[in-house]
């Protein structure tokens, strides 16, 4: 029986003889009364919980224990849930206690497995080495005194602005996915924390770095580099010099992709997301086949000590040639390196220089109409080749 339920209604209403009567309101849908033949007068809600599309009816109280007015407004909360995918019969605390309970490591993994991320490995170093304490707390634990606190000890009082500015872009992102994250319809968090940074105007700009190994200093560089590195450390250096890849990107060469035969390797999930394939000059091709006659791994190039993976750091081999050269040199540094005497030294245009460097295309020419093999830059690649590791002292 459809009705407009009101208090005259509900009190007019004739007691059934046998089975029960459900008098389902007219103005709210899923909001009803049952009377039973005792006379017993109930508020209920029904409706379907979305994520299995099961009916469920659920009991509001008994009239005139509760009023209806008060039937109707918690009808109308169940009647969302149930909208929402949330079951009803969880109650406040228990959603509240599990939604409390996550914490920023399970966030990161929700985060990682949620999108498919080629900076997974990068999001995951980073957040642990300058978050790494707060792994096992909550998230919603996480407040915006705590975020300033952590920015201004490491940008300001300890001077790594950008390594920090970094960390925080990652957790402002991770913590985002927070806000549209839920359990049985409860946000994992209300308010982001990283916000605080930019509600207190933190100057966060960083000056772009433009530092590079000069050319009269590739020689003792190289020199350096060859006798007091090992095996590894130098030829993953030699060949971030020489052909100018990205830190991660070089690391993560795999044997599978490295042709010997043509004298090619390919590069994956590259950060403009296509694969990048480079020809060998004779130096990096003997160096290769060094590496492959004596691999002790048979994925990785660059394998970490266990070999269950790419090598992740050789800061101790690098700070080894800093200090006997005093160059300050970075990954990246030698990236700039292979960009700059392409240009200064060898008068390589621009164009090309992005292209050698994986660049994105700009523009719809250089996108659709303009395209190349990686043969058409061997000469180039081993033009710098023969500069840069020519009569090392």
């Known amino acids: 029986m459809h009705r407009q339920i009101t208090k005259k209604v509900i009190?007019?209403?004739?007691?059934?003889?046998?089975?029960?009567?459900?008098?389902?309101?007219t103005e709210l849908k899923g909001f009803g009364i049952r009377i039973s033949p005792s006379g017993t007068k109930t508020f209920f809600a029904e409706g379907f919980y979305k994520p299995k599309g099961v009916g469920k009816r659920l009991s509001l109280g008994r009239y005139p224990v509760i009023s209806i007015d008060e039937a109707r407004l918690k009808a109308r909360k169940i009647l969302y849930q149930l909208y929402s995918g949330i079951d009803p019969r969880l109650t406040d605390n228990k959603i509240a206690e599990e939604t409390h309970q996550i914490t920023l490591h399970q966030l990161l993994d929700k985060y990682c497995s949620a999108r498919?991320?080629?900076?997974?490995?990068?999001?995951?170093?980073?957040?642990k080495r300058v978050f790494g304490d707060w792994f096992d707390k909550p998230v919603r634990s996480i407040s915006r005194e705590d975020v300033e606190s952590r920015y201004r000890l490491l940008a300001i009082k300890k001077g790594r602005k950008a390594q920090t500015n970094k960390a925080m872009r990652y957790l402002n992102t991770i913590l985002n996915f927070a806000l549209t994250e839920e359990i049985n319809g409860t946000p994992l968090l209300l308010k982001n924390p990283v916000k605080v940074l930019s509600d207190k105007r933190y100057d966060r700009s960083v000056k772009p770095k433009k530092s590079f190994i000069e050319a009269h200093k590739l020689a003792p560089w190289v020199d350096a580099v060859q006798r007091l590195c090992t095996p590894l450390a130098r030829h993953l250096l030699l060949l971030q010099l020489q052909t100018g890849l990205r830190d991660s990107e070089s690391k993560g060469l795999l044997w599978k992709d490295v042709d010997f035969d043509n004298r090619l390797f390919t590069v994956r999930n590259t950060k403009n997301g296509s694969d990048f394939t480079i020809p060998m000059s004779t130096q990096v091709y003997r160096f290769l086949l060094d590496r492959k006659h004596s691999a002790c791994c048979e994925t990785y190039v660059f394998p970490n000590k266990t070999r269950t993976g790419p090598v992740t750091s050789i800061r101790k081999q690098m700070d080894k040639v800093r200090t006997e050269t005093g160059i300050q040199f970075s990954h990246h540094c030698l990236r700039r390196t292979f960009a700059t005497l392409l240009n200064k030294t060898i008068q390589i245009d621009i164009p090309t220089i992005a292209v050698l460097l994986n660049h994105s295309p700009q523009g719809v020419t250089q996108k659709h109409y303009v395209s190349s093999q990686p043969t058409d830059f061997r000469d180039l690649y081993q033009r710098l080749s023969d500069f840069t590791l020519a009569n090392p002292h």
Request: aromatic share 4%; net charge negative; hydrophobic share 20%.
């Open 116 to 127: 498919t991320l080629k900076s997974e490995g990068d999001y995951r170093r980073v957040t």
């Open 11 to 25: 009190e007019s209403i004739s007691t059934p003889d046998t089975r029960e009567l459900l008098l389902r309101d």
